[in-house]
């Protein structure tokens, strides 16, 4: 299961990627990923159909089950939108754009929960210090769920930049003190680490490709085929840092859980 889970995030990472081609390629210098992005969601629909009949008939967990009909059911609204590419409004492409980050992410969480390291018990990791990593990490997530809703708005043209820009600035600084945090409270931990620093990258990474493409765009030299490819990255980027957010909060909340269920207990006994 956790072998077609990656298979299944691999696919949906590629629709993601001929996706954001098919968006930002309004001078078609890259017309053939039309065709490839209808080719990949077709075998992503068939992996999301094996992975719900695999899960049922498997015996495999409720929530697995239950993220399977999720992943299915995106999937589904995701064709019936992008059926629509020669009539559809702004605001549907906008909405085709969104699911697919969240689309991504979740197949991302489904690898991560189907892992054995995930299966065996924890390692506690103890947080003794303020603000909360549980909290802090759900804080970043949250803004950077909000930061690709607001890059897909902008990308569409339905909002301007300014809050955008904004919260690029907050999340990176949120992220890199989270990272450090991580560092100086749990140097030991196997997978918070790792984790938190991977996630601190990849946001990273984004805010830098973004302020590229500003810098891009007022300049009258530039290939209209570059701009296309820097566009379509950092919409790529951006779904990788949702999902490594994600990740990293599902890792930080379950270890220190953990300890806070140890300590209680061993206060009763």
């Known amino acids: 299961?956790?072998?077609?889970?990656?298979?299944?995030?691999?696919?949906?990472?590629?629709?993601?990627?001929?996706?954001?081609?098919?968006?930002?390629?309004?001078?078609?210098?890259?017309?053939?990923?039309?065709?490839?992005?209808?080719?990949?969601?077709?075998?992503?629909?068939?992996?999301?159909?094996?992975?719900?009949?695999?899960?049922?008939?498997?015996?495999?967990?409720?929530?697995?089950r239950r993220l399977g009909w999720i992943v299915l059911a995106t999937g589904a609204v995701e064709m019936?939108?992008?059926?629509?590419a020669d009539s559809q409004s702004r605001a549907?492409?906008?909405?085709?754009?969104?699911?697919?980050?969240?689309l991504f992410s979740t197949t991302i969480v489904i690898v991560l929960l189907t892992t054995s390291g995930w299966n065996r018990d924890p390692q506690p990791a103890e947080d003794r210090g303020s603000p909360s990593l549980s909290l802090l990490a759900t804080v970043i997530l949250g803004l950077t769920f909000i930061q690709v809703a607001l890059g897909v708005a902008v990308r569409h043209g339905l909002m301007g930049l300014a809050w955008h820009v904004l919260g690029a600035f907050v999340v990176v600084l949120l992220i890199l003190i989270l990272a450090v945090l991580v560092s100086r409270r749990v140097p030991g931990d196997p997978?918070?680490?790792p984790a938190a620093n991977t996630a601190a990258t990849i946001i990273s990474v984004q805010a830098f490709l973004g302020f590229t493409i500003l810098s891009m765009q007022g300049s009258r030299l530039i290939d209209p085929a570059a701009m296309i490819l820097a566009t379509g990255v950092h919409t790529v980027v951006g779904a990788l840092a949702l999902a490594a957010g994600t990740v990293m909060t599902l890792l930080i909340r379950r270890n220190l859980r953990a300890t806070k269920a140890a300590e209680k207990h061993?206060?009763?006994?």
């Open 191 to 193: 997978a918070l680490r």
């Open 266 to 269: 061993a206060g009763v006994c």
């Open 80 to 84: 019936a939108l992008g059926m629509q």
């Open 92 to 102: 549907i492409s906008a909405s085709h754009a969104f699911l697919a980050q969240l």
């Open 1 to 64: 299961m956790h072998r077609f889970a990656i298979l299944l995030a691999a696919c949906t990472l590629l629709l993601l990627v001929t996706g954001a081609f098919v968006t930002s390629n309004e001078e078609r210098p890259f017309y053939s990923f039309g065709q490839a992005h209808f080719t990949v969601a077709g075998a992503e629909g068939i992996l999301a159909v094996g992975l719900v009949i695999w899960s049922w008939l498997g015996k495999t967990k409720a929530w697995l």
